[in-house]
């Protein structure tokens, strides 16, 4: 005969960082979600959003997070789950409770601005991505034939570094590369604000993320055509001499992008094109 009756339910606990705005003072609280089959940490936070309350019973705002495409594309998730920093959509419940039977715990990236909660402030990295010029120039939409054909090879090693979502995984990771906050001036606009933290990203290390956009784009026959001001972007102050070759970068990308040759490839082009420059004065 089969048994109907549904398991008995099980709650665990999950710990939350928790930050009210840019510059505020964190603090942890405790929620109590109840166990369902194939969770993930999203839908442990939309638990945590309906419920709007703590462990204590204590009334709270919704955790404020961040996701898209919940299937580690868009990278926006990322987050700090149980000291290693990941993907929420990927971040089984399951897997989680195995590793620590104690409960979950999360926290936003430490290497970017907290906005509120776990979302954080990642235009430093799309800022970046605008210093190395990271895409294919066109000169208009017309019809103009096939392009310049690649080798199979180098189609499998292009490939592999298109997969970076700008996730900030292999920078929340990298020992050089720290934290940025520049609160606003009372007297300051928009413009000069926007201006002065540009400045402040433009002199920091620009990260194994960007460093392998410019190894992808420079391989490419159209993006060739820019290849030197990318290079020139990748010896400017806060550019590849600054990594430290730590190789952590590679070790948490959700997309096993193999980051450090990339960058030894990106770095072996800019020698020889810091050469190249000497003899050619």
């Known amino acids: 005969m089969t048994n109907t009756t549904s398991p008995p339910s099980r709650a665990f606990d999950v710990t939350v ?5 840019p510059g505020q003072p964190s603090y942890w609280q405790r929620f109590r979600v109840e166990y369902e089959r194939d969770m993930n940490v999203i839908s442990v936070l939309q638990k945590i959003a309906a419920m709007a309350h703590t462990a204590d019973g204590r009334e709270v705002a919704p955790v404020a997070w961040e996701c898209n495409c919940l299937e580690e594309v868009c ?25 620590r039977p104690a409960g979950i715990e999360l926290g936003p990236m430490t290497k970017f601005p907290v906005v509120r909660d776990l979302v954080v402030d990642r235009c430093r990295m799309f800022h970046v991505l605008e210093k190395i010029e990271g895409w294919l120039p066109v000169d208009g ?7 310049p054909r690649q080798s199979q090879e180098m189609q499998q090693r292009s490939y592999a570094l298109s997969k970076c979502m700008t996730c900030g995984c ?15 001036r009372e007297e300051e606009t928009d413009e000069q604000y926007a201006a002065r933290r540009r400045a402040a990203h433009d002199r920091a290390f620009m990260g194994a993320a960007a460093i392998a956009q410019v190894d992808l784009f420079n391989a490419n026959p159209v993006g060739q ?4 001001a990318r290079l020139d972007a990748l010896l400017a102050e806060g550019g590849i001499q600054i990594c430290g070759n730590a190789q952590n970068c590679v070790q948490v990308c959700p997309k096993e992008i193999p980051l450090t040759t990339s960058i030894a490839r990106a770095g072996r082009a800019a020698t020889l094109h810091t050469l190249r420059k000497w003899f050619d004065r």
């Open 141 to 147: 939409y017309y019809d103009i034939g096939a392009g």
């Open 170 to 184: 292999c920078l929340e990771t990298c020992p050089q590369y720290t934290k940025i906050e520049l609160p606003r």
């Open 75 to 99: 990278g926006a998730c990322s987050m700090v789950v149980n000291g290693r920093v990941r993907q929420a959509c990927t971040a089984l419940v399951d897997r989680l409770l195995e590793d």
């Open 225 to 228: 055509m820019n290849s030197i």
């Open 17 to 21: 960082l928790r930050q009210d705005g």
